[in-house]
């Protein structure tokens, strides 16, 4: 069945045909047909953080480093993104550059569309996203529209078709293999593929970019929605998927003033602020801040949590960190289960006292 | 306005579910099932659209085997008008089936608005409203924290959960509205609401009468439990937190 998809492929594509012809080996020419597709955001003229990860996890899958990065917007910021997305990792190959004004706004229905035109022009194996609110909100309905069922929140890829990730709520992994037509579709888990530092004197290595062909790409025929704004919070400290160090408050917190207290100790310790659902349901914080199932996956150096009572939904969202830490005053609360060091005392008198304590950062 | 709201039958999300020893899947029988927490928001909020004038008749659709009518009859009972089960036997279902098979009833039914949970706590998929609004064409608006219908110009105003904070679109109706957690407070059923629930209809229909081939091209090789983290410890005062952290874990 491999074999004749793979024929099929082949027949389509002349390029990938006369490249895969001369070899002799079935095997061998399998791993040749193997050209993934990362779909990408950025900020700033960078290629964000999570989309650094995707394509981590695009050279797992691919060990013939050819590895295309798909970048769209328009104006300076996206050719400044396409250079960095150029030299950032030696496994890519190609930059692709969607330049219009009409992906200017992480719109799911025209997103879509453009996975599914540089599909039909590159017949990718595989196309990779991070699982954050953009990969989770386009890659599926990109599936849709190829007819291929995606996978979502992988952790691990131990073949090119062959996955780990977890399920209820991390309680249990699932390995699943994709037995389906191409493209293999999925978005990963950032925590799980970690990127290694972009170095930007690697120039040798740049990958070429081109513009992706728009020509058939038509606004008139998308389903309309439109983007009216964004309310976000501006904050100093580190991004909270990212960050090396979170320090996290639930009910206990009792109030969005003593929060407060939690973003002192936070600046001390040069962590990100997260929550459970409880504080973030009682007001205290707004929702991006969540931590859990159904929040963001966080797997920091140092995972504090004060005044958390350890949900199967919050521990869904922090049981990689590497370090965990728990104050709470009751001592039977599930989250001294999983933390490596528990304190049974009252947070208001700790976090103070750990303020004062704590060694400052430089 | 027609609105049809999908709901998945799930093991409840309070239970520890326990992985099975040879490791084919997680065990569910003799486990409590109730439905998925977020399609009770889906579920919540096609009722408010109604009360408010805003949509006509709820529809309520479930996929799955035959205890999903047990979903459905709870769906009844907390306000929905009447019901429709796809039978689909024991067989697993995967979400691009489940789109398939949607977007085959919302030919029937002709809804002007399908709301879906953003997930089920099972598979944690995070697909099926992507993917029945691809397949339909329709504009999407995935984890509504809020709702807005405008009948005189056919739109929605949905304000989303995303990383940065909220994104407020704007969708052309018909659309997929997929629910987050905020949405809404979803509403008990009442003692007599469960009674008058046994007279309202729940059609049965099968994939086949649908004109839907289930074709799994995702094969579960095995599940198994996570790595258990090793027992920690409890330190008894800030100073030996401090110590651990600074000189045993080396993270401060």
Same mark, same amino acid.
């Given at each position: 069945?491999?074999?004749?998809?793979?024929?099929?492929?082949?027949?389509?594509?002349?390029?990938?045909?006369?490249?895969?012809?001369?070899?002799?080996?079935?095997?061998?020419?399998?791993?040749?047909?193997?050209?993934?597709?990362?779909?990408?955001?950025?900020?700033?003229?960078?290629?964000?953080?999570?989309?650094?990860?995707?394509?981590?996890?695009?050279?797992?899958?691919?060990?013939?480093?050819?590895?295309?990065?798909?970048?769209?917007?328009?104006?300076?910021?996206?050719?400044?993104?396409?250079?960095?997305?150029?030299?950032?990792?030696?496994?890519?190959?190609?930059?692709?550059?969607?330049?219009?004004?009409?992906?200017?706004?992480?719109?799911?229905?025209?997103?879509?569309?453009?996975?599914?035109?540089?599909?039909?022009?590159?017949?990718?194996?595989?196309?990779?996203?991070?699982?954050?609110?953009?990969?989770?909100?386009?890659?599926?309905?990109?599936?849709?529209?190829?007819?291929?069922?995606?996978?979502?929140?992988?952790?691990?890829?131990?073949?090119?078709?062959?996955?780990?990730?977890?399920?209820?709520?991390?309680?249990?992994?699932?390995?699943?293999?994709?037995?389906?037509?191409?493209?293999?579709?999925?978005?990963?888990?950032?925590?799980?593929?970690?990127?290694? %530092?972009?170095?930007? /004197? =690697? #120039?040798?290595?740049? +990958?070429?970019?081109?513009?992706? &062909?728009?020509?058939? !790409?038509?606004? $008139?025929?998308?389903?309309?929605?439109?983007?009216?704004?964004?309310?976000?919070?501006?904050?100093?400290?580190?991004?909270?998927?990212?960050?090396?160090?979170?320090?996290?408050?639930?009910?206990?917190?009792?109030?969005?003033?003593?929060?407060?207290?939690?973003?002192?100790?936070?600046?001390?310790?040069?962590?990100?602020?997260?929550?459970?659902?409880?504080?973030?349901?009682?007001?205290?914080?707004?929702?991006?801040?969540?931590?859990?199932?159904?929040?963001?996956?966080?797997?920091?150096?140092?995972?504090?949590?004060?005044?958390?009572?350890?949900?199967?939904?919050?521990? %869904?969202?922090?049981? /990689? =960190? #590497?370090?965990?830490? +728990?104050?709470?005053?009751?001592? &039977?609360?599930?989250? !001294?289960?999983? $933390?490596?060091?528990?304190?049974?005392?009252?947070?208001?008198?700790?976090?103070?006292?750990?303020?004062?304590?704590?060694?400052?950062?430089? | 306005?027609?609105?049809?709201?999908?709901?998945?039958?799930?093991?409840?999300?309070?239970?520890?579910?326990?992985?099975?020893?040879?490791?084919?899947?997680?065990?569910?029988?003799?486990?409590?099932?109730?439905?998925?927490?977020?399609?009770?928001?889906?579920?919540?909020?096609?009722?408010?659209?109604?009360?408010?004038?805003?949509?006509?008749?709820?529809?309520?659709?479930?996929?799955?085997?035959?205890?999903?009518?047990?979903?459905?009859?709870?769906?009844?009972?907390?306000?929905?008008?009447?019901?429709?089960?796809?039978?689909?036997?024991?067989?697993?279902?995967?979400?691009?089936?489940?789109?398939?098979?949607?977007?085959?009833?919302?030919?029937?039914?002709?809804?002007?608005?399908?709301?879906?949970?953003?997930?089920?706590?099972?598979?944690?998929?995070?697909?099926?409203?992507?993917?029945?609004?691809?397949?339909?064409?329709?504009?999407?608006?995935?984890?509504?924290?809020?709702?807005?219908?405008?009948?005189?110009?056919?739109?929605?105003?949905?304000?989303?959960?995303?990383?940065?904070?909220?994104?407020?679109?704007?969708?052309?109706?018909?659309?997929?509205?997929?629910?987050?957690?905020?949405?809404?407070?979803?509403?008990?059923?009442?003692?007599?609401?469960?009674?008058?629930?046994?007279?309202?209809?729940?059609?049965?229909?099968?994939?086949?009468?649908?004109?839907?081939?289930?074709?799994?091209?995702?094969?579960?090789?095995?599940?198994?439990?996570?790595?258990?983290?090793?027992?920690?410890?409890?330190?008894?005062?800030?100073?030996?937190?401090?110590?651990?952290?600074?000189?045993?874990?080396?993270?401060?």
């Amino acid at each position: 069945m491999a074999a004749s998809s793979m024929l099929r492929r082949c027949l389509r594509n002349p390029r990938v045909f006369s490249s895969c012809a001369p070899s002799p080996l079935v095997h061998d020419r399998f791993s040749r047909l193997i050209s993934t597709l990362v779909l990408a955001e950025h900020e700033g003229g960078f290629v964000k953080q999570s989309s650094l990860s995707a394509v981590a996890a695009a050279a797992a899958v691919n060990k013939e480093k050819s590895v295309s990065v798909l970048l769209g917007g328009s104006g300076p910021s996206l050719l400044k993104a396409a250079s960095h997305a150029a030299s950032c990792h030696p496994s890519i190959s190609q930059v692709l550059v969607a330049d219009t004004d009409i992906l200017l706004h992480p719109l799911a229905e025209t997103w879509a569309e453009l996975v599914r035109l540089v599909q039909k022009q590159g017949s990718y194996s595989h196309i990779i996203s991070a699982s954050n609110s953009f990969g989770k909100n386009v890659l599926p309905r990109a599936a849709a529209l190829l007819d291929v069922s995606p996978v979502t929140d992988v952790i691990e890829i131990s073949e090119p078709r062959l996955f780990t990730r977890p399920i209820y709520a991390g309680n249990a992994l699932s390995t699943v293999r994709y037995m389906g037509e191409d493209p293999c579709m999925m978005t990963i888990r950032s925590t799980s593929f970690t990127v290694s %530092a972009c170095s930007s /004197d =690697s #120039k040798s290595s740049e +990958a070429p970019i081109s513009k992706v &062909d728009l020509s058939s !790409f038509n606004e $008139a025929s998308f389903p309309k929605s439109r983007w009216l704004k964004l309310a976000s919070q501006e904050s100093e400290r580190p991004d909270l998927g990212n960050a090396r160090t979170v320090v996290t408050g639930g009910r206990g917190l009792k109030s969005a003033e003593n929060f407060k207290l939690l973003e002192k100790l936070a600046e001390k310790l040069g962590a990100a602020v997260g929550a459970t659902r409880a504080a973030v349901d009682a007001g205290f914080v707004p929702n991006d801040l969540q931590v859990g199932q159904t929040g963001k996956i966080v797997a920091p150096e140092l995972y504090m949590a004060f005044g958390v009572s350890g949900a199967i939904q919050h521990i %869904a969202g922090m049981r /990689d =960190s #590497k370090v965990i830490v +728990a104050v709470n005053k009751d001592a &039977d609360a599930p989250i !001294f289960q999983v $933390a490596d060091y528990g304190l049974v005392a009252d947070l208001f008198d700790v976090i103070p006292e750990l303020i004062e304590k704590i060694p400052d950062k430089k | 306005m027609k609105v049809m709201v999908a709901v998945k039958r799930v093991v409840d999300y309070a239970v520890k579910i326990r992985v099975k020893p040879d490791k084919s899947g997680v065990e569910t029988g003799n486990v409590k099932m109730s439905m998925n927490p977020f399609c009770e928001i889906a579920l919540e909020e096609a009722l408010r659209l109604r009360e408010a004038g805003a949509a006509g008749e709820v529809i309520a659709v479930s996929v799955g085997p035959a205890q999903c009518a047990d979903t459905l009859r709870t769906a009844l009972a907390m306000g929905a008008d009447r019901a429709v089960h796809v039978d689909s036997g024991t067989v697993p279902v995967l979400p691009l089936s489940v789109a398939k098979i949607l977007k085959a009833l919302v030919h029937v039914e002709r809804p002007g608005l399908l709301i879906l949970g953003k997930q089920a706590i099972d598979d944690d998929c995070n697909q099926t409203g992507q993917m029945v609004a691809g397949l339909l064409r329709w504009a999407q608006g995935t984890f509504a924290s809020k709702v807005v219908l405008d009948k005189e110009s056919q739109t929605a105003t949905v304000e989303r959960e995303v990383d940065g904070g909220i994104e407020t679109i704007s969708l052309d109706l018909p659309a997929v509205i997929t629910t987050d957690l905020r949405l809404n407070q979803p509403r008990y059923a009442t003692l007599p609401n469960i009674m008058k629930a046994k007279s309202k209809v729940i059609k049965k229909v099968t994939p086949a009468e649908l004109n839907v081939e289930i074709k799994p091209d995702l094969e579960i090789i095995q599940v198994t439990e996570p790595p258990k983290r090793k027992a920690g410890a409890i330190v008894s005062s800030v100073d030996e937190l401090i110590e651990k952290l600074k000189n045993e874990a080396r993270v401060i």
